[in-house]
């Protein structure tokens, strides 16, 4: 059963960094690309950026472009989200989600969110 | 204009079928495009329903129900998640996605609400 936590929100300042974290079991994380994603309170879905499950591509939303970095360790099943500059409009929930292939392909399974709340 | 466009609400009655529209910006073709749907209820995650291209090109999410189908109106550039005798559990917030430019875009969402 795939399971993802997201960990790393919490209350920040504006103009800090922060980097949030997302474990992954079961399932070949190795094999997945992996995405970010997020949702400001009462809002639609946002895409932020994606990593192929070798890390050797990476796209991100232009929204985010310079600000943000997605990462991942594989060999301890975990996706990184390193966010700098932080601004009250990053205020959401985080998610991150598995793609159903090795490349960019689209998220298939998400983990609970973690909220991130950058205060002025 | 957007990308991606979405009505935010729509409403339909219980055990009616409900079509929910997924319409791209001028200059675009939804022949082309892979389209996702996903199904968000207040508090959790969303959860992956499918995509459609084509009927030979789709695919229905893990445990997704047949009541959920997906399709193109080309004349309207927009495609379409069908959600036939709609249920009360139904309810919810819908977003499609596409990959576009190196970048996937989400749709802006619609309420759905079964009366």
């Known amino acids: 059963q795939v399971k993802l936590v997201e960990s790393g929100g919490g209350v920040v300042q504006s103009g800090r960094s922060l980097r949030l974290s997302c474990e992954a079991s079961g399932f070949p994380f190795g094999g997945h690309g992996m995405h970010w994603v997020r949702q400001a309170p009462g809002r639609g879905l946002e895409w932020l950026a994606v990593i192929w499950s070798d890390g050797i591509l990476e796209y991100y939303a232009d929204s985010v472009k310079g600000r943000f970095t997605i990462s991942r360790d594989n060999a301890k099943n975990t996706l990184y989200l390193q966010m700098s500059d932080l601004r009250a409009e990053d205020t959401a929930v985080y998610y991150c989600?598995?793609?159903?292939?090795?490349?960019?392909?689209?998220?298939?399974?998400w983990g609970q969110g973690t909220l991130l709340t950058v205060s002025s | 204009q957007a990308l991606v466009t979405q009505p935010s609400s729509l409403s339909a009655s219980l055990g009616a079928s409900a079509s929910l529209t997924c319409t791209l910006r001028s200059g675009l073709s939804v022949s082309v495009y892979r389209i996702y749907w996903y199904q968000q209820k207040p508090g959790s995650p969303p959860q992956y329903l499918l995509r459609?291209?084509?009927?030979?090109?789709?695919?229905?999410g893990s445990g997704v129900p047949s009541r959920f189908s997906g399709s193109k109106d080309a004349s309207a550039n927009a495609g379409i998640l069908l959600i036939s005798g709609l249920q009360s559990d139904d309810e919810g917030d819908y977003y499609c996605l596409i990959w576009h430019n190196n970048a996937w875009m989400f749709g802006g969402g619609t309420k759905l609400t079964v009366l």
């Open positions: 989600a598995r793609g159903d292939d090795a490349q960019s392909s689209a998220c298939d399974s």
């Open positions: 459609y291209k084509s009927d030979s090109d789709k695919q229905q």
